[in-house]
């Protein structure tokens, strides 16, 4: 067992946000409900703009960690930089669509305690939603490759809010760079017969850039686009087909 329950990774792009809302509702989080938390702030602000503003001293339940990241990172290249300075036994990532469901992390750590190895907060559970037709139509095709191929129901493949058991995940080399990190998180798991269910979004009414602004005031570095995330998307398809045809092969 390590030190802290879960890690928390925020990312932040901009070194003029504040972070005293969403750390201040971790600390409560933290002290009513006894679960031990690591706060992983990961600075991507450029060189001689490192002013993020908040006291350590005010959070006592947290064990706060700042990471000065020297250069731009996308998504996925950097929650797994910040895995390898994790020391939970669980990573709990925070993008747009969480920030405002932080009061989630109870449900989320009661799948904790039962070792599932994914705990993804689904878009898609929950009929308030006001995500674009055409992401929808998306995900349904996506989400029925991977069944086809693996045999598993998985009601959001991508979200980027997620729960994981850092040392399962990250013994799987789960590397792409983009957003398409969390599609091949997803694809690895089940493969490799980790345990994975949802949760579903509470409300989801307003879109990510618009929560970004006004719960945590963060700014996420890349939106899902198919010009810059097909190809990421395709590889990770393309991988599972490999070793869907290669166990086939083993098994005659």
């Known amino acids: ?32 409900k006894g679960i ?20 350590i001293s005010t959070y006592p339940a947290l064990h706060i960690k700042n990471i000065f990241l020297k250069k731009k990172m996308r998504l996925g290249h950097l929650i797994r930089t910040c895995c390898a300075y994790s020391s939970g036994d669980y990573i709990l990532t925070l993008t747009g669509e969480g920030v405002n469901e932080i009061e ?29 037709p055409p992401f929808i139509i998306y995900q349904k095709i996506y989400r029925t490759i991977i069944f086809f191929l693996l045999g598993k129901r998985v009601s959001d493949s991508t979200n980027g809010f997620r729960a994981f058991d850092r040392r399962f995940v990250q013994a799987l080399g789960v590397n792409r760079p983009g957003l398409s990190f969390f599609a091949e998180m997803t694809i690895k798991v089940l493969q490799a017969g980790g345990s994975i269910e949802s949760v579903a979004v509470k409300n989801q009414s307003i879109n990510s850039k618009e929560i970004s602004s006004k719960m945590l005031n963060l700014e996420i570095p890349e939106r899902f686009s198919f010009k810059t995330e097909i190809f990421g998307y395709l590889f990770v398809i393309l991988s599972a087909i490999f070793v869907r045809v290669t166990n086939s092969r083993n098994e005659r």
Do not use: C, H, W
């Open 1 to 32: 067992m390590s030190t802290y329950d879960i890690s928390i990774i925020i990312p932040v792009y901009d070194s003029k946000k504040d972070l005293n809302l969403i750390l201040g509702k971790l600390n409560q989080i933290s002290i009513i």
């Open 36 to 55: 031990s938390l690591e706060v992983v702030v990961a600075n991507s602000s450029l060189p001689g703009e490192n002013t993020i503003s908040y006291s």
């Open 104 to 132: 989630l992390l109870e449900t989320i750590y009661s799948k904790i305690l039962k070792n599932v190895k994914l705990i993804i907060v689904s878009r898609f559970e929950s009929k308030d939603i006001s995500i674009k």
